[in-house]
């Protein structure tokens, strides 16, 4: 493989707090090779269509502290077709780009391999979204910033559910990963803690409930994985606890989107400076269609299609800590 002299970069799929940190990693040992960068807005729409920006060094200045993706992202139809990455693929030519860092999750890197198959350009991944559920790193890019979040959001409803002696059911994101509500339950010391990965079921839900307020519960927190499939949706299993449990009065939280946003944490800035500079490390050394994850605190390379295959298995000592210390 040719050595690269010009690296795109793109941020694709959901944003995730890290990612401007990661861009920035990038372009500057980029700088640090005497290699060119070039910014690619909107992920591969912007691929599509051209959007690209030189970058320098001071370029990213003052964005290692920014949450989200300066770059923008967006999720693109067109690059679905062949049509759409043969256009991207003669905008890369035509801008003299010999190589790709792409930031995002599964669908990223899912993209990205069958552009590599297709033109035989050099790509490698970064791993950016909060859900954490990318196979081959122990820790995604925006994780970290969004456990705290959750914690700092549940510790603030906490203080409404002992004020009123309520039972709070509150829903975090973690489609088909359970790793945001099981580390935030156990930090924000939640009650009980629904999964993806567990089918706790409802009449052992109510059962561990009731034995709550038997022991001298006022209030209690129930955190719940948006993918959990213990009801059709938590209004539902709202509505089934207070109908089944008279003596809880349930209100429902729905986090959502704002788990996305804010400052990345300290781990997510040196998470993403590490991977950012082991992508332009990767490529100098030949590599492509690999993601750079960490492991056991090892920067490392995984294959696109072991890192698309399946999220990390959950950590099921952490499953055991959370059911001694909720009692």
Same mark, same amino acid.
């Given at each position: 493989?040719?050595?690269?002299?010009?690296?795109?970069?793109?941020?694709?799929?959901?944003?995730?707090?890290?990612?401007?940190?990661?861009?920035?990693?990038?372009?500057?040992?980029?700088?640090?090779?005497?290699?060119?960068?070039?910014?690619?807005?909107?992920?591969?729409?912007?691929?599509?269509?051209?959007?690209?920006?030189?970058?320098? &060094?001071?370029?990213?200045?003052?964005?290692?502290?920014?949450?989200?993706?300066?770059?923008?992202?967006?999720?693109?139809?067109?690059?679905?077709?062949?049509?759409?990455?043969?256009? &991207?693929?003669?905008?890369?030519?035509?801008?003299?780009?010999?190589?790709?860092?792409?930031?995002?999750?599964?669908?990223?890197?899912?993209?990205?391999?069958?552009?590599?198959?297709?033109?035989?350009?050099?790509?490698?991944?970064?791993?950016?979204?909060?859900?954490?559920?990318?196979?081959?790193?122990?820790?995604?890019?925006?994780?970290?910033?969004?456990? @705290?979040?959750?914690?700092?959001?549940?510790?603030?409803?906490?203080?409404?559910?002992?004020?009123?002696?309520?039972?709070?059911?509150?829903?975090?994101?973690?489609?088909?990963?359970?790793?945001?509500?099981?580390?935030?339950?156990?930090?924000?010391?939640?009650?009980?803690?629904?999964?993806?990965?567990?089918?706790?079921?409802?009449?052992?839900?109510?059962?561990?409930?009731?034995?709550?307020?038997?022991?001298?519960?006022?209030?209690?927190?129930?955190? $719940?994985?948006?993918?959990?499939? $213990?009801?059709? @949706?938590?209004?539902?299993?709202?509505?089934?606890?207070?109908?089944?449990?008279?003596?809880?009065?349930?209100?429902?939280?729905?986090?959502?989107?704002?788990?996305?946003?804010?400052?990345?944490?300290?781990?997510?800035?040196?998470?993403?400076?590490?991977?950012?500079?082991?992508?332009?490390?990767?490529?100098?050394?030949?590599?492509?269609?690999?993601? $750079?994850?960490?492991?056991?605190?090892?920067?490392?390379?995984?294959?696109?299609?072991?890192?698309?295959?399946?999220?990390?298995?959950?950590?099921?000592?952490?499953?055991?800590?959370?059911?001694?210390?909720?009692?």
């Amino acid at each position: 493989m040719k050595l690269p002299r010009k690296i795109g970069i793109l941020t694709s799929g959901g944003d995730a707090p890290g990612m401007n940190a990661a861009i920035r990693a990038v372009v500057r040992a980029s700088t640090y090779y005497n290699l060119e960068s070039v910014g690619i807005y909107r992920g591969f729409e912007g691929l599509i269509e051209g959007d690209f920006k030189d970058l320098d &060094a001071r370029s990213v200045k003052n964005i290692i502290n920014r949450g989200g993706t300066f770059l923008k992202t967006a999720r693109s139809k067109d690059f679905m077709t062949v049509e759409g990455r043969k256009k &991207a693929f003669d905008n890369l030519k035509k801008a003299n780009i010999d190589a790709l860092v792409v930031i995002g999750g599964d669908g990223t890197f899912a993209g990205a391999s069958v552009f590599i198959k297709e033109f035989n350009f050099p790509i490698v991944g970064l791993p950016g979204t909060i859900d954490n559920d990318i196979n081959g790193t122990d820790y995604s890019i925006g994780y970290d910033t969004a456990l @705290n979040t959750v914690v700092e959001a549940i510790d603030k409803i906490r203080d409404t559910a002992n004020s009123h002696n309520r039972l709070f059911l509150v829903e975090v994101m973690g489609r088909d990963a359970g790793d945001i509500a099981l580390n935030a339950g156990i930090g924000a010391g939640a009650e009980e803690i629904l999964i993806p990965e567990q089918n706790m079921g409802r009449e052992r839900l109510l059962e561990s409930l009731s034995r709550s307020k038997k022991s001298g519960k006022t209030s209690s927190i129930v955190v $719940i994985s948006e993918g959990d499939q $213990i009801g059709k @949706n938590i209004f539902q299993l709202a509505k089934y606890i207070e109908e089944n449990l008279k003596e809880y009065e349930v209100r429902v939280t729905v986090l959502g989107h704002i788990q996305r946003g804010g400052a990345p944490s300290c781990y997510d800035r040196v998470l993403a400076s590490r991977l950012g500079v082991g992508a332009v490390d990767a490529l100098l050394r030949g590599e492509t269609n690999v993601m $750079i994850g960490i492991i056991h605190n090892r920067v490392t390379s995984v294959p696109f299609s072991e890192a698309i295959k399946g999220s990390n298995e959950i950590d099921e000592e952490l499953i055991r800590v959370a059911d001694i210390i909720s009692i």
